[in-house]
């Protein structure tokens, strides 16, 4: 089994930032209480993709697994083309998911469990919505 590269604990502070983070992202979350957090030192999953959903204002990458530092550069470098707007070499990468993810994807679980990630994050970060 694969395990954790650094101990997974997570320190109140990084949650704290974290949700401010969030907040500067999505104003209207600044009232919102995280309830839950979670964090490891692995990505979601072995397999690499990433992509950018225009009409959602989304961008994501996944799975770098225990490639972390050099996959997460190129993640990075392709996403920052994906963002601009380029149409490069990395672009067209086999691992870019143009607009809304296929059906039956792993990368289309956030929309199968009730709608986009943005519209989930927002649920989630609106006042009140901690108390669902």
């Known amino acids: ?52 959903d225009a009409d959602a204002g989304l961008a ?7 490639d972390g530092v050099a996959a997460g550069n190129l993640a990075g470098r392709t996403l920052a083309e994906l963002l601009t707007g380029a149409d490069g070499a990395l672009t067209r990468l086999p691992w870019v998911v143009r607009g809304t993810p296929g059906r039956g994807t792993r990368a289309s679980a956030p929309r199968r469990a009730g709608g986009t990630l943005a519209e989930r994050i927002r649920g989630r970060l609106a006042p009140g919505a901690d108390d669902r």
């Open 60 to 66: 994501w990458a996944d799975g770098t697994g225990d």
């Open 1 to 52: 089994p694969r395990r954790p590269a650094a101990a997974s604990g997570l320190e109140p502070a990084a949650v704290r930032r974290l949700h401010r983070a969030l907040a500067d992202l999505l104003p209207e979350g600044v009232t919102a209480r995280t309830t839950h957090a979670w964090g490891v030192a692995l990505s979601g999953g072995p397999v690499p993709a990433l992509g950018f």
